[in-house]
């Protein structure tokens, strides 16, 4: 099947379709899909010397730099529980730079593919879930960093690492609905990709990344029960941790109405704004 096959007869934009008919087109199209993320991901390797390696080595070096910021200049870590704290790093790190990476590239989705959205009858929202997708499989990829630390300070996996499908599908539903908002809204609005970095940077310290929410003060964690990342970080960091989730159940399940939430808001925000994309484009 190619990219311009057209099962269900070409058209210009499918905003006269409900919920229901948007997934079953998008399921239609999910041989395209899986193309799709292998072209990504061959592209993005594609003359590199290292290749793989660049998967791993940002998320690592960041690790590196908080693990000696926090450990060896200020002298804090998450706590007593979540040791070793490099490792309760990498848990963190490789879900938010997963998510991270997946806001910024959905956010330019539609544009930087404009003549294939333009052109092919292939639906659209199938180029912001490519991207969610293809950051996922960079995410996977960095999955043996993790291993190598834990078996380098012989720390292994508790019975929350079988709740790990479950962070994926939250982060997964968490950011095809971010992706639906911002893609079309960065095509109509410009100042929304110079937005973008900023609050990434925030809801990074906002988030439970570097730390848990386990240790937050009482007022505070009523705030964190409106921010949707913590569901997913907190069941990353609970594989090998379980005091980031014990007794902190109620963020998860906040964590879980947001991200369908979110969705439901991106799939209406994307059908009301497909037919002006299509025509700026």
């Not at 041989?31 to 793989?52: E, H």
């Not at 930087?112 to 950051?135: A, F, Y």
């Not at 310290?205 to 386990?214: A, E, F, W």
């Amino acid at each position: 099947m190619s990219l311009r096959g057209r099962p269900g007869g070409f058209t210009s934009g499918t905003g006269t379709l409900n919920v229901r008919e948007r997934v079953h087109r998008v399921y239609a199209y999910r041989r395209i899909l899986a193309l799709l993320v292998r072209r990504d991901l061959k592209v993005r390797y594609a003359g590199s010397a290292l290749g793989y390696v660049w998967t791993v080595l940002d998320p690592l070096l960041m690790t590196l730099v908080y693990f000696v910021v926090f450990t060896q200049i200020f002298g804090r870590t998450a706590g007593p529980e979540f040791k070793p704290y490099v490792l309760y790093l990498i848990t963190g790190q490789l879900p938010w730079f997963w998510f991270s990476g997946a806001v910024s590239s959905t956010a330019k989705a539609l544009r930087s593919e404009s003549q294939m959205v333009r052109s092919s009858n292939v639906p659209r929202e199938l180029w912001v879930l490519r991207t969610v997708l293809s950051k996922g499989m960079e995410y996977i990829f960095g999955l043996p960093i993790l291993v190598a630390f834990a078996l380098a300070y012989w720390t292994g996996p508790n019975k929350y690492i079988l709740l790990l499908p479950l962070a994926w599908l939250l982060e997964i539903t968490l950011l095809l609905g971010i992706g639906l908002i911002l893609a079309p809204l960065t095509v109509l609005v410009k100042d929304v990709s110079r937005i973008i970095p900023v609050v990434l940077r925030i809801f990074f310290y906002m988030s439970p990344v570097l730390y848990s929410t386990s240790r937050l003060p009482t007022n505070l964690q009523f705030v964190y029960q409106f921010n949707p990342t913590v569901g997913f970080l907190e069941l990353s960091h609970a594989a090998f941790f379980p005091a980031a989730i014990e007794g902190h159940t109620a963020f998860i399940w906040h964590s879980v109405l947001w991200s369908v939430g979110v969705l439901a808001i991106g799939i209406f925000v994307f059908a009301r704004l497909e037919r002006a994309v299509l025509k700026e484009i």
